[in-house]
């Protein structure tokens, strides 16, 4: 049976012309979001998220804001109600809480694990939870004051001393409703109590850190967790919220005036996506081997 003439014509420009076409659209593509076309000043939402740290105006994880320009998530609430309340059962909500917070730990009350010569023991009451690890001759007590993660794989806890924030080496794990060792951190014996209770964060981390799970942890380019407010929350990805409120609740807001940022489009939401780092994955907090010996 002989092809027609027309649709072997027509296969044949095909097969010639199409690959051309892919690559001139490839090089569109590829200047388009070249990083040299554009400057750090530009609003440009095709700019990658390196260079909107370092231009004017607000982006997530800048952390030039002050304090006061944020209004925490309540105040979204009163216009927003729907969106808050879809947003109580997100994960970002309650990517960090104060340890006092913790549903995990409310509801566990007593934790126990043992690793070679160390027994931790996690004790929470309703003023605080406290880390006890020991061994035979001795014993050293850190109160556990944030627990990072929503819960849903499991959560890992932080304490702090002379103003220097610890990784506590154990984490609880949700499928097991237990202790184990933290992700990140050696399934080896500590050498010491102080390496058993957990690892010193270096101050770039923990902002990075606090950066993640909180919001206005870093404002005016200082990091303090204290004012911070737990979780991801609505200004943690729209920004700072005191000039949108303000004009809104006066009604002299105009639409797009720049007060609040809306990733709404889909090319501008995969320009934000990317100021987010992989270690809000899912993944972060899976179960621990433990077919590998310690």
Not at 5 to 33: D, E, K, N, Q, R
Not at 129 to 155: E, K, P, R, Y
Not at 244 to 258: M, N
């Amino acid at each position: 049976m002989k092809t027609p003439p027309l649709i072997l014509h027509v296969g044949i420009i095909l097969v010639l012309v199409l690959p051309a076409f892919l690559f001139l659209a490839s090089c569109f593509t590829s200047s388009a979001h070249s990083p040299q076309s554009s400057s750090p000043q530009s609003n440009s939402i095709s700019l990658p998220t390196e260079l909107r740290v370092r231009g004017s105006g607000w982006w997530p994880t800048k952390g030039q804001p002050s304090r006061a320009d944020y209004t925490g998530p309540d105040a979204c609430t009163e216009c927003h109600e729907l969106k808050s309340e879809t947003a109580q059962s997100t994960a970002m909500l309650h990517a960090a809480t104060r340890t006092s917070e913790s549903k995990n730990l409310r509801e566990h009350d007593h934790l126990s694990f043992q690793t070679g010569p160390y027994t931790y023991q996690l004790l929470t009451t309703k003023e605080k939870s406290t880390l006890t690890i020991s061994n035979a001759t001795s014993s050293l007590s850190v109160d556990l004051l944030w627990a990072l993660g929503s819960g849903h794989m499991g959560q890992t806890f932080l304490y702090q001393q002379n103003a220097t924030f610890f990784e506590s080496h154990v984490s609880f794990y949700n499928a097991p409703q237990a202790l184990d060792i933290t992700p990140g951190q050696p399934r080896t014996i500590p050498a010491t109590l102080t390496d058993a209770a957990g690892r010193a964060i270096p101050p770039n981390e923990a902002r990075l850190c606090f950066g993640c799970h909180t919001t206005a942890s870093a404002t005016e380019n200082h990091f303090d967790s204290s004012p911070a407010y737990p979780g991801v929350t609505c200004e943690a990805c729209h920004g700072p919220g005191a000039q949108h409120v303000a004009a809104a609740t006066a009604k002299t807001e105009k639409r797009g005036s720049g007060l609040i940022f809306n990733p709404a489009k889909p090319r501008r939401l995969r320009r934000f996506l990317r100021c987010l780092p992989p270690h809000l994955a899912r993944r972060h907090l899976r179960p621990p081997d433990r077919s590998r010996p310690l």
